[in-house]
């Protein structure tokens, strides 16, 4: 079976259009984001954070359990809902002074809710030290990927990919976790920001750079084969080429992504999700931000009709 | 038919790896085996069989388990704890008790400000540079604080070496301490260990009583005995406290909370009081208390006696059945005698920390000290009030809980209320009977944790060497209390900073769904590519197949934990191992399209394909690093499976399948069904 056989599709003519559209897009988001604020997890603001499933006979409110929580000198509760209905995650943050042991939580609901039996489900406890510490590791963990990666592409192919390389990288995270914010504030899934949630950005980060390396190594290769050729139509050319496996990758990957938001459980369902955003942006970012962007600096910074020149005489002019 | 030499290597990177796959494997294999068996036993009640199973299989049982593969907290259930020593509070108790100063305080408080704000920052530089720049200029020298030992080397550096080696050795003492108290907790298959310069990881599986946790292991349990002296001398020494922080303007009503009725009734009794025996002293002094309103009573009581107010001062008078005479501390004129201290529950804190200051502990001294009792007094509690003692006792411990040799959660046959025996050594036995020898109908007050557990009256000499501790609300309290006895008391003081408890009931929803998911994505995938690339694709498939295998083989060599995200690494290495496939495949098609052979197009497609492969792997592999490095519990694990499933891949995906198509070509095949359209088929 194949789908893409040679393909002869334009991809470089629009895109202006789709760099100009993805920078907008990301303004945009990063701003939603910055004027909604972050809803982070315990694990980078520290708390106390219970979750517990009821089981009895009626359906429990999260009013009346925030109310219950209140009552028992619980103050500043925060009720989620955890998955399936009467499950919920109750956050207490850290105060001064008070221990909160699921115990005593327990106990209390216990006694507001004398026709339910209550199941601890998990417990977590992060003390504020270690909060901000996986706070700033997290924020190490980013820029330091990034470095590594630029880096690294740099190194195989040349500088200037290196830094296309990166552009599409932060386009990917910057949107995977833009998207990921909206839909937590909608309610569907909870991605809050925690740990897991890092773990999902820079499992997306390291496998978005991997389409875009299937199209610039296919580039290096190219460009050596067809020395001649207008540039432009050279990266085409690459793309086309290429296109077969990064449509049949990206559907795999989002297969198998898809299977694990619906199916995996709550623990696994956010960090699927971002990911499967991350992938599908990645594919798109490779196409149209990391070539795009190798194209516009050579054609904006360094001047070169790219329709006329070809790799060779790029090179010849650079060395000149 | 004669094997090639060429064809025996390939054969062998197929089978040898799976092989040894199957080896890694096997414990685990065998150790559920088993331990299935021994569940039955167990469900059976039968207890001979059981002991005959264990004799028999307990040694394989035990060697397979540790080299199986284990399951992580977040599928099996259980508590992971994160432990800090506190170095500060060690450093504080290493100096010499009487050399401590506002000096010496104020660069403990300044370290530690920076040492809660930044990360795991080795604390010892921190403290120096601080000492550097606080204690050095006002003169003062690290041996003004810190004894040299034995060693008539009194250099900063021999001083520094051994402070390094002391918080060394607490921390490692510490894991010690940790690792018998959970031993004999009675938890199987624990793991500890030390994490940066001073914290400790534990992970218990199957566990999930919190609070038992916290206990076990945040107590230092540290036991002293030492000898009561609720003397004047005591009391005197109260008075000067008040004087000093009536002198300093310190306000002791900070500390009540709202309306704390013993607290106001104790100042009310206190205050009126004072108002009486103002009344009756010097008739020619005016009344202060004269014309003022409860509350304003109250008020200036609490400016009057800014310490003393907080609790309540009886004096004993000598013979029987007289009355404890309340105590106010307007005048330095305390008769000698035995008195008592009552404190209520809100005023504890407060009189900890204004203990805790430098000022008032040069005014203590080094001789006394007052502690507070470990639990309320009973017959207040049972009326819904929270009173405390406060005992005098005299600072240096007559004996230590080294010498306890052992200790027995039991039930007291005098009233069943639950306690702990406690056996000493020979040392101990000798030195316990010397000192209950000499204190025949004084009080000892046996104290852990810098709180009097009890304060028994010494009847008669103790030549047995046994002693107990009572008061312990429950017997689970009691043996918990016995664990640590029992293990030993740690030098370093430690906090919880990090807990996660996993309850069993979300362990086991996880696998399923995890198990579940897994299945139904390789199935697909598994289906797209048989479909999509017809028989290469099955070859496709299989090397998927050898590499989750083997994946899972050397996840249990290294004795590691799959978690969930370890789960969804494997399922996430599925889908890249396919693409790996993928690539190299869609790179014959290309070849075979442009009129190569098959040989060829084999050939060009690994060939080119290898260089794109390693690199988009590598760069994968950097952020799994990453991750490993900064992340914690579970999200190791998600990165330790990607990364170990990327170096698999690389095998699988190059080496595995080219040798299934050299073995294909080898039996002179020069078309292969790669899902290419009929009119390619070379």
Redesign the interface.
Known sequence: ??FF?DTKIDFLSKRRIFFFASIIINIVGILVVALKGLDYGIDFVGGTEV?I?FSGSSAVQTEEVRKAMDEAKFSGSEIKSYGKSDEFLIRLPNLV?KDY???AIMESLKKAFPNQTL?????????P??G???R???F??LG??FL??ML??AF?FEFLYGLGAIVALVHDAILAFVVAVMVHDLGIINLEVN??M??AM??V???S??DT??IF??IR?NREKHKNMPFIDMVNLSIN??L??TI??V???V???I??T????E??QG??FV?LVGFVTGAYSSIYVASAFVAWYLESVKKYDLHVESYASISAKAKA | MTLKKGLLGKWLIIVLPLLAAGLLLFPTFRASQLEKQRLELVKAKNETALAAFDKENGETLRKNKEQSLKLGLDLRGGIYVTLEADVIRLLEESAMRDAVDDVFLETLEKTRQQVDAGGDDDVLPVFLKNFDAIARPKGRKLFSYFDAGSNRDLSEDAIVKRLERNINEAIDQAIEVVRQRIDKYGVAETTIQKQGTRRIVIELPGVNNEAEVRSLLQTTARLEFKLVRNNAQIVRTFYAIDQLLKNKGVDASASTTATAATASTATTTAASTATASAGSADSAKKDPYAGLTDDQKREKFKKDYPFTSMFVTYFNPPGEGQQPIPVIYEKNEFPEGDYSFQIPDESVQKFEEIMARADVRRIMGTEYQAIISAKPEPFFERQGVKLYYIYGVLAKPELTGDVISDATATFDPTNNAPMVMMDMNADGSASWARITGANIKKRIAIVLDDRVYSAPTVQNKITGGRSQITGSSTIDEARLLEIVLKAGALKAPVKIVEERVIGPSLGEDSIRKGIISGAIAALLVVLFMILYYATAGVLADLAVLVNITIIIAVLAAFAGTLTLPGIAGLILTLGMAVDTNILVFERIREELHHGRSLRAAVDEGFKRAFNAILDSNITTMITGAILYYLGTGPIRGFAVTLMIGIVITLFTGITLSKVFFELILSRGATTFNLGQPASEKA
């Not at chain 1, 619906?262 to 459980?265: L, N, Q, R, T, Y």
């Open positions: 079976m194949q056989h979750g499933k002074g042991s699921s115990s199941t601890l489900l998990k417990v977590d406890k992060i003390g030290k270690v901000a510490e996986l700033s590791k997290a190490m963990a330091l990927s590594m990666i690294y592409i195989r740990q897991s890092l773990a820079l499992t980060i390291g496998f750079v991997h390396v299937i190594d296919r290769e080429e290429t077969s496996r049949n990758t559907m795999t990957a297969l198998v992504l299977v694990i619906v199916f995996g459980g623990v696994l960090f699927a990911m």
